[in-house]
């Protein structure tokens, strides 16, 4: 069973969502404080309400990514934390508003994971074997997994996507609304800064090895150091 973390202090909400997600097969540990979801481990994808009584959500939700590749979806009430979700660099990968219905969350979910999780080695190779090579580093597609000297980068979804459409066409020179429309879903609206911003976090973590440079007025394209 897929284990949900849920941090919400409205009990109200919080036992609405465990019974809809238990309904659906998934099982749910239920953290009513930003210090009980740091203490929580095990999970595999993060629903997270911003409005708790002892820590800031949006803090929080850094404080996650720092320790988590998990996906993070971000519950709010206030469509200004909206823009400050898409605006920043916290780290969730999908954002629900409030009101919300069970089933809207459980779509957003198994549509997190579906990206997320490796899918079981079937087929021809082994994970680990297959892929581009661009230069050092390996993307397994299959798997959403990247290496760099065959050991593995950790890389959020979105990081992945992202990285993944520009490696598509080594070199190629991608706009910022193409690679928006190709790695955003359609309704993430953000400000397009959020795109430099996980820009900037794809090239600290493959720092030496891919460079991603910024085509001035364009876009950007992906190139290989040697
Ligand atoms: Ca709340």
Not at 201 to 207: A, E, G, I, N, S
């Amino acid at each position: 069973m897929t284990k949900v973390l849920l941090v919400e202090d409205d009990s109200a909400i919080a036992e609405s969502l465990a019974t809809g997600l238990a309904r659906y097969g998934f099982a749910v540990q239920w953290e009513s404080t930003g210090s009980a979801a740091l203490a929580a481990s095990g999970f595999e994808v993060v629903l997270l309400d911003l409005g708790l009584p002892d820590m800031d959500g949006l803090d929080l939700c850094r404080e996650l990514r720092r320790h988590t590749d998990v996906p993070i979806i971000v519950i709010t009430a206030r469509s200004d934390e909206i823009d400050t979700v898409v605006g920043l660099e916290v780290g969730a990968d999908d954002y629900v508003s409030k009101p919300f219905g069970v089933r809207e969350i459980v779509a957003r979910v198994r549509a997190v994971l579906r990206r997320y999780r490796p899918r079981t080695a079937s087929g021809p190779g082994h994970a680990g074997e297959s892929g581009t090579v661009v230069g050092r580093m390996r993307l397994d597609r299959r798997a959403r997994r990247v290496y760099v000297d065959s050991r593995e980068v950790p890389l959020t979804l979105k990081e992945f996507d992202l990285l993944s459409f520009l490696a598509e066409d080594l070199g190629a020179a991608f706009t910022r609304e193409q690679i928006l429309e190709a790695v955003w879903d359609a309704h993430w609206h953000g400000p397009t800064r959020t795109l430099d911003v996980h820009i900037g976090t794809l090239r600290r973590k493959l720092d030496g090895v891919v460079n991603i440079e910024t085509v001035r007025g364009v876009g950007f394209r992906l190139e290989v150091l040697t």
